[in-house]
């Protein structure tokens, strides 16, 4: 089942039994950010939330519910997804990436339908007036004050959209990026949007302000779960987000040209804010703001957006997220990234089998690598070849563990790597880039990462010594173990 809008994703999630619709009023400043972390930080990232009665910050009600938690458990990412579980997206990545073309008739034309389904996923833009059109508000109409944007800690510099789609083109060849980053509302029609310097977005800003040329934008609020997925997705700059949907739905994502801007925006969006960014003004301050790291990421200077028209549905759903200490909704959004593009990292580092990065990692500052070790160092290229690629470059520490070591369990990960290390041997030290929002780095975006080698050690290396085996049952006595277990009256 292809689930094309963020209000049928709400609908199924309440099938499964997995969604609270919440009456009592709330307020959107801190209020739902509270309640929404109770219930991230309950076993297994608990209900999705769908707040009926919000209440704006002059007292009156929102015209649209917020909903929250959509992505915050394993089974509703799956949903979002179309599978039952992340790793077959990660398989069909694999099975495609292993295409190769057969000898003879038969072996050509067994490919087709793989060639086909390929074909499936570009974007098609429709005709007329989408479903994210039915309400268009333009220039002075515009009033960002009407929307429950949240304040989500008490030190937040404001309101904040925090679940966005941001559309924009890259100048030179017109390749379209989504990506989602936090908002902060300025006034009724002016937004700071907080550009990292790392991120697709903010190198088409850049250019268009080296030309001196106004900068189209689009910020979709809802759609298909998919496409939010994609948004968050640390894709190449030359890889469309709604291409990257498309596959992951199986089917083309719907699109429709914005109103007052050349963009082409979901058709199944609730809401839409377009605009444009002027690289003649100064920029805005923006945050501080209760990030993802658990810390507040501090003020800076980033773009202003001037929005020239709101679209909506006759009846928005206004979707949100929370950012905070971990674990929060975004471990899932992160996990399924990981499982996903782990076949892509063994294009380039093909000895890696398995890697995951742990939710109080909070993504860049801890990963965990098995690898299938051949020879001696081999755990030091592997560090090396993930801190070249991409957003991986931005990893803190990067622990390198043997093939049987299950990284997904980090008790296990941190035992056996604690077990195997001398500290003064095993561990590396090298310079790079780093998160915008490190607050321990030595400089901006710019410190110092840590490689952990916690493979088994070869002569090669300089250990002369026996390495010892791990403990471990023999299968027979825990056949006979089994067998007993319902005759000893312990329970566990």
Not at 125 to 146: F, H, I, S, T, Y
Not at 352 to 361: C, L, T, W
Request: aromatic share 8%; proline share 8%; with cysteine.
């Amino acid at each position: 089942m292809t689930l094309d809008s963020l209000r049928s994703f709400i609908l199924e999630i309440e099938r499964l039994g997995e969604l609270v619709r919440v009456a009592t009023p709330v307020r959107a400043r801190l209020e739902i950010a509270e309640i929404a972390d109770r219930c991230m930080k309950s076993p297994g990232g608990g209900p999705a939330l769908v707040f009926e009665h919000v209440l704006l910050d002059d007292g009156r009600r929102s015209a649209q519910p917020v909903a929250i938690n959509l992505f915050g458990s394993m089974r509703r990412m799956c949903l979002a997804l179309g599978v039952d579980e992340l790793d077959a997206v990660g398989a069909r990545i694999s099975d495609l990436l292993n295409l190769k073309v057969p000898e003879g008739l038969f072996g050509k034309l067994a490919m087709l339908p793989k060639l086909a389904e390929m074909g499936k996923f570009p974007p098609r833009v429709k005709g007329g007036r989408a479903p994210c059109q039915e309400v268009v508000l333009r220039n002075e109409a515009v009033n960002l004050d009407e929307l429950p944007c949240l304040t989500t800690w008490p030190g937040d510099a404001g309101r904040y959209i925090t679940l966005p789609m941001v559309i924009t083109a890259d100048p030179s060849r017109g390749i379209r990026n989504v990506g989602m980053y936090r908002i902060q509302l300025l006034d009724r029609n002016r937004l700071a949007m907080h550009w990292q310097r790392h991120k697709v977005g903010a190198a088409h800003w850049r250019e268009m302000a080296e030309k001196g040329e106004r900068m189209p934008v689009a910020i979709a609020l809802g759609g298909d779960p998919a496409s939010i997925y994609a948004a968050s997705a640390p894709l190449p700059p030359t890889i469309d987000e709604f291409l990257f949907a498309g596959f992951l739905r199986r089917e083309p994502v719907e699109l429709v040209r914005a109103v007052t801007c050349d963009l082409e925006v979901p058709a199944e969006a609730e809401l839409v804010l377009e605009g444009y960014i002027d690289p003649a003004e100064p920029l805005a301050l923006e945050g501080p703001f209760g990030d993802h790291t658990g810390y507040y990421s501090l003020a800076d200077y980033y773009p202003i957006v001037h929005v020239t028209a709101v679209t909506a549905r006759r009846d928005p759903i206004y979707p949100a997220t929370l950012v905070g200490r971990p674990p929060m909704e975004d471990y899932y959004l992160g996990h399924a990234t990981e499982r996903i593009f782990l076949p892509l990292l063994r294009l380039t580092v093909p000895e890696i089998v398995d890697y995951h990065m742990p939710a109080a990692g909070i993504f860049h500052n801890l990963v965990f690598v098995a690898i299938d070790k051949q020879y001696p160092g081999q755990a030091y290229k592997v560090m090396n070849a993930l801190w070249g690629q991409g957003l991986m470059s931005l990893a803190k520490v990067l622990v390198i563990v043997d093939k049987h070591v299950n990284v997904r369990d980090p008790d296990e990960a941190w035992w056996i790597a604690l077990n195997n290390i001398d500290p003064e041997r095993d561990v590396r030290f090298t310079m790079g880039p780093v998160d915008v929002l490190d607050h321990a780095s030595r400089a901006f975006t710019f410190g110092s990462k840590m490689g952990i080698d916690a493979t088994r050690k070869w002569k090669e290396e300089g250990f002369t010594r026996e390495w010892p085996d791990l403990i471990r049952m023999d299968d027979e006595t825990k056949r006979r173990v089994d067998e007993l277990w319902p005759r000893l009256g312990i329970r566990r």
